[in-house]
């Protein structure tokens, strides 16, 4: 199994960025999956998972700015994330919701303020 997260980059306060995660060798319907990020000299945090019916749930800070969905068909996870601000600053990372799959190299992401 691989996990591709890519989309990162560096935008100013109120910007948009989309994260895409490419999996490979297991299909994406078989799992719930979830996207993480990692803030400098904090611990990996839970942002959002989908569920195999598209059921969704988000990190309370983030709702209404942040969106999961999944490409079955691609075999593609995203992250569309609007209203950037310098908390959300992190390296992304994509996993099954249990995070039982290694992990991938995950993608920047940096706010400026």
């Known amino acids: 199994v691989q996990l591709v997260e890519c989309g990162g980059g560096l935008v100013q306060t109120g910007g948009s960025l989309r994260l895409s995660c490419e999996v490979s060798?297991?299909?994406?319907?078989?799992?719930?999956w979830g996207w993480f990020r990692q803030a400098p000299g904090k611990q990996r945090e839970l942002v959002a998972t989908i569920t195999p019916t598209s059921d969704t749930t988000y990190l309370d800070s983030l709702k209404g700015r942040f969106t999961i969905a999944r490409d079955n068909a691609k075999n593609t996870v995203m992250l569309q994330m609007n209203n950037l601000k310098p908390e959300d600053t992190g390296v992304y990372y994509c996993n099954t919701a249990r995070q039982n799959m290694a992990w991938g190299q995950g993608t920047q992401v940096t706010v400026s303020s």
């Open positions: 060798g297991i299909r994406l319907i078989f799992a719930a």
